[in-house]
């Protein structure tokens, strides 16, 4: 039987988003006033108007476009990571088989990752639901592993339990003992 799952969390957005969309906007308003002046004062008013349009086109899609979602897709025990920008593109950001992870757990437990280690940050900000059918905020995880690609790789991530329980089954045999010899579940 085929193992299917997804899941998307929003990316929480930081400073620098704020700082981007400010500026953004502060350009936006001052290319919308010289567009508004030329079109109110002198013979080219149709560049503009075409100016004012413009402005506030390309401000709302650049501001927009600080929107991120990450999209995990686990099918047999195989990972997908895509950054979806303001739900207009995707890029995919890793590809990995969780047979392949060396070691997997809460990002707070992670040992410090070596140097020369490619690190892939897909954390968003969501809530689930836990055993006790509370609703809780999401967790980080992390997974270190050798990809095909990127040699050794670090994935922080936030993903659900039903998809920790979807990689499970699919994890090597020593990272399973690892993970029960430290009393976590898989």
């Known amino acids: ?16 988003d704020w700082t981007k969309r400010v500026l953004i906007g502060l350009g936006m308003g001052i290319v919308m006033a010289v567009g508004l002046f030329i079109f109110l ?4 008013s149709v560049i503009g108007l075409a100016l004012f349009a413009g402005a506030i086109w390309l401000g709302w899609y650049l501001i927009t476009g600080t929107e991120c979602e990450y999209e995990y897709i686990v099918t047999n025990g195989e990972m997908d990571i895509d950054k979806i920008i303001a739900k207009r593109k995707r890029i995919r950001l890793i590809t990995a088989k969780a047979s392949s992870f060396e070691a997997f757990g809460e990002y ?5 990752a070596e140097s020369g280690i490619t690190v892939v940050s897909a954390v968003g900000v969501g809530e689930t639901e836990n055993e006790a059918g509370e609703i809780v905020p ?4 992390y997974a270190d592993l050798k990809h095909p ?8 991530f936030s993903p659900e339990q039903r998809v920790i329980d979807a990689l499970s089954p699919y994890f090597s045999r020593k990272l399973k003992m690892d993970l029960s010899a430290n009393g976590k579940k898989e």
């Open 1 to 16: 039987m085929d193992i299917f799952v997804e899941q998307i969390v929003k990316k929480e957005s930081s400073g620098s």
């Open 41 to 44: 004062f002198t013979w080219l």
């Open 108 to 112: 707070k437990d992670a040992p410090k």
């Open 138 to 141: 999401l967790k980080t995880y």
């Open 149 to 156: 690609s990127a040699g050794n790789v670090r994935l922080i």
